[in-house]
C-alpha cells in the first residue's frame, strides 16, 4: 500500500503561479503518477499525467501552463501552475497506478481568486 500526501495548495491571484508536491511513503518508481482536480459540483477530471517511464500527458485546459515531474529519488511528484485562472479552482488529488492498483491523497485546495 502506497499512502499519499499533497501540499502546496493555497489562495493565489489570477495570472501567478503555485507548485503542488505529493510525497507518497514508499517507492513510485514502477507507478504511473497522475494529478487530478475536482470543483465543486463537477466530475474528477485528469489534469496532468506521468508514467513510470516519464511520458507525460495534460489535459487541454492547461496545456502550456502547467507541468507535472517526478523525483523518483525522492518519492515526490510535482506540479508546477503557472497563469493560474479562476477555472483552476478546486481540490486537487494525486494518483498512484500500477496494474489493479491505484491509490489517492487526500487532496489540497487550490483557489485562484482576486
Known sequence: QVQLVESG???V????SLRLSCAASGSILSFDMGWYRQAPGKQRELVAGITSSGTTN???SVKGRF???RDNAKNTVYLQMNSLTP???AVY???ARRSQYQYWGQG???TVSS
Open 9 to 11: 495548495g493555497g489562495l
Open 13 to 16: 491571484q489570477p495570472g501567478r
Open 58 to 60: 495534460y489535459a487541454d
Open 67 to 69: 507541468t507535472i515531474s
Open 87 to 89: 477555472e483552476d479552482t
Open 93 to 95: 488529488f494525486c494518483n
Open 108 to 110: 489540497t485546495q487550490v
